[in-house]
């Protein structure tokens, strides 16, 4: 895309990385103007994450690069698309990712639909994430900074979505982002990156998902023998591998070297409300070498070849996992991995890549 007299509206949130983008696009000459999303109003307190402090920070940054800011309310459109599919798959005893979901209906969905209707020409964020068009069609790539890549939350979007994207940060490093901002005098260069739920923040979990879904106490039982161990406070607040809060600890027993052996997550049965454990990281019942998808989204617009060998991640701090794709339809796939993949959980996005290019991918089912 060509800079001069280009507009692009950049989300910004109030942290380094987005007024970084909004620095380097108003550097290569477009007309940038900001964006400010508020999407959360159920409880926006100091303690948890205050949009009031971040919009305080945005318009500093504003003024800083003189551009102008627009603020706008996207708190309904988060609750009907985002957190109620949120709630749901809890609900049904997975666990979803909900920056996923987030990135693809607020952020490049509604976000998108309003700077398109203001006029603005592509819209930008501070994702470490790249997009390039190739053969046509555009193309989702990692970061250059694979620390802090974020194209495994972007898997969802589509080609019309990063047609109009642009990702600034895409071939810097996160030290390389924090000294441009000292550099420009942005008060925000050593600010704190947000942590937590998608616009919600870090808070109690237990707490917060309790106060939308009544937990219901059931058993704890050993997946070998179905002995019973203790009870647990509800199915919703446990993950597959999970192995802090479990509160059996008095049961542990003794493993090869005379430690104590951990208990982990290894199952849930929704219907009977019984939550199974398995001792040590490295029970069987932990790995499993295949996995199905559904709700897939391709972002070329169709599904990559079968039986060809990709990489994988099937959660977003997991090592690229060589596999392959099988059994590919319009409702679901199934991806077998060389090896067997650790704590394999449903709801969670797998997401496949060859080489450094996204190709899409899916919920674990």
């Known amino acids: 895309m060509s800079e001069k007299g280009k507009t692009v509206i950049v989300g910004l949130s109030g942290g380094v990385d987005s007024s970084v983008a909004a620095l380097l696009l108003r550097q290569q000459g477009y007309h940038v103007i900001g964006m400010f999303m508020k999407n959360w109003e159920d409880d926006d307190t100091e303690e948890y994450c205050s949009s009031r402090q971040d919009l305080i920070d945005v318009m500093s940054i504003a003024d800083v690069l003189s551009?102008?800011?627009?603020?706008?309310?996207?708190?309904?459109?988060?609750?009907?698309?985002?957190?109620?599919?949120?709630l749901r798959e809890y609900q049904a005893g997975r666990t979803p990712n909900p920056d996923v979901l987030c990135n693809s209906e607020i952020k490049f969905k509604?976000?998108?639909?309003?700077?398109?209707?203001?006029?603005?020409?592509?819209?930008?964020?501070?994702?470490?994430?790249?997009?390039?068009?190739?053969?046509?069609?555009?193309?989702?790539?990692?970061a250059e900074d694979g620390a802090k890549d974020q194209s495994y939350f972007l898997y969802r979007l589509n080609q019309a979505q990063l047609s109009k994207t642009l990702f600034p940060l895409a071939r810097l490093y996160k030290r390389d982002v924090r000294k441009i901002a000292a550099d420009a005098n942005l008060h925000v260069a050593a600010k704190k990156d947000s942590t937590g739920i998608c616009f919600i923040g870090e808070r109690p979990f237990k707490d917060f998902l309790s106060r939308y879904l009544p937990p219901r106490k059931g058993e704890i039982r050993r997946l070998e023998d179905d002995k019973l161990l203790g009870e647990h406070d509800?199915?919703?607040?446990?993950?597959l591998g999970q192995r802090k809060g479990l509160c059996i600890g008095g049961l542990k027993e003794t493993g090869k070297n005379g430690e104590h052996t951990a208990w982990f997550v290894a199952g849930k049965n929704m219907e009977k409300n019984v939550l199974y454990v398995v001792q040590g990281h490295d029970h069987p019942a932990l790995s499993c070498d295949r996995l199905v998808a559904e709700q897939l989204s391709w972002i070329?617009?169709?599904a990559p070849r079968s039986h060809w060998v990709y990489a994988a991640k099937p959660r977003y701090r997991s090592e690229d996992a060589p596999?392959?794709?099988?059994?590919?339809?319009?409702?679901?796939c199934e991806i077998r991995f060389a090896q067997a993949q650790w704590a394999l959980t449903p709801g969670q996005s797998v997401v496949v890549y060859e080489s450094r290019v996204c190709l899409g991918g899916g919920i674990i089912r």
């Open 67 to 86: 551009i102008d800011v627009e603020v706008v309310n996207f708190a309904a459109e988060y609750r009907e698309r985002v957190f109620a599919e949120f």
């Open 300 to 302: 070329a617009g169709s």
């Open 323 to 332: 596999c392959e794709i099988e059994r590919v339809d319009h409702e679901s």
């Open 234 to 239: 509800g199915l919703m607040y446990h993950t």
């Open 110 to 142: 509604a976000f998108l639909d309003h700077a398109i209707k203001l006029g603005a020409d592509a819209i930008a964020t501070g994702h470490y994430a790249g997009v390039r068009e190739f053969d046509g069609h555009y193309q989702l790539l990692k």
